[in-house]
């Protein structure tokens, strides 16, 4: 069996798988394939796929559970949807430019890492593209383990060893005051996480930031929002980050660890829709070095 083909996507991370059928992968037996290349280059991109509801579900599940924020609200017996992200309502109508949907969708412009706002985060998204637009509507990394080995020591000083929280309706402020309000942006209490997330498997150290974190230890509110867009504005710097213009059938996955994302503008006249899959951590992927014990939230509270 030949390896997977891999061709770089950025000179700091990320490669191009260019040789598989990625609904084969799990089948095949080639999953520790797939997951040593995302342990070690933190996204990857597969072109022009056709990747269908059942082998996207299957994929999820060789990275991990397959996170569920609407479990609690899920009528008996009804199943589990693959999330879209998506301005198409049911009737097949888009939603409005200032619609309260259209402005969670974004929030998602906000550089961020899913489900740092849950107490099982995020390992990865699986994403495809469904239904695209003329124009704009790309998807943005920022390697948040690329950044932090090129920070500079002063800067990684101000926040190594500390923890950060993080809530749901920081990022949602950002966009409207009004959203954040919303039921479903308080369903979860703030999560307080380590500042640097080392992979388990190879060492490797990641600074875990996004658009939800609201304050770091040690540090007032005007100091922790400074520092955190400080180190924002260094992670997201044009060398550490990757934009990619959608085609139908393209698939990308990457390490929510140590990668943050973003979704860009398109005209919201036209339908754009995504499906997406988060899979959470679990003990092997390094989340018990990253809760900060109990003493330190109740300090914090």
């Known amino acids: 069996m030949t390896l997977l083909s891999t061709t770089p996507i950025t000179s ?11 609904a084969d992968i799990v089948p095949s037996g080639r999953f520790g394939e797939l997951r040593d290349l995302f342990e070690t280059h933190s996204a990857l991109l597969f072109r022009g796929q056709d990747l269908s509801d059942d082998a996207h579900l299957e994929l999820g599940r060789a990275f991990g559970p397959i996170e569920d924020r609407q479990a609690d609200e899920r009528k008996p017996g009804e ?3 693959i999330p879209k992200v ?3 309502r049911e009737d097949g109508s888009v939603t409005g430019e200032m619609d309260l949907h259209t402005l969670n969708l974004q929030s998602n412009f906000l550089w961020h890492a899913d489900s740092t706002f849950i107490p099982t985060p995020a390992l ?3 994403i495809t593209a469904r239904v695209l637009p003329t124009e704009g509507g ?14 500079p020591e002063t800067l990684r000083d101000r926040i190594r060893g500390r ?9 949602r402020a950002k966009i409207s005051p009004e959203l954040a309000k919303l039921p479903m942006f308080h369903k979860w209490p703030a999560t307080h996480w380590n500042a640097i997330w080392t992979n388990p498997v190879n060492g490797q150290e990641a600074l875990y930031i996004a658009s939800h974190a609201y304050q770091v230890d040690g540090y007032d509110e005007a100091e922790s929002l400074a520092l955190l867009d400080e180190l924002m504005a260094f992670c997201t710097q044009p060398e550490f980050t990757y934009s990619h213009n959608w085609e139908v059938g393209d698939v990308l996955i990457w390490d929510q660890r140590a990668v943050l994302h973003r979704g860009r503008p398109w005209p919201y006249d036209q339908p754009r829709t995504l499906s997406s899959i988060c899979c959470s951590v679990t003990a092997a992927d390094g989340i018990e070095t990253m809760r900060i014990p109990a003493q330190a939230d109740q300090q914090q509270l």
């Open 138 to 151: 790309q998807t943005e990394l920022a390697s948040t383990r690329a950044a932090w080995a090129a920070m």
């Open 79 to 81: 199943e589990f949807k």
């Open 12 to 22: 700091a991370f990320g490669v191009e798988v260019t040789n598989a059928d990625i």
């Open 124 to 126: 990865t998204n699986i």
């Open 163 to 171: 923890g950060i929280w993080h809530h749901y309706a920081t990022s």
């Open 86 to 88: 998506s301005n198409v």
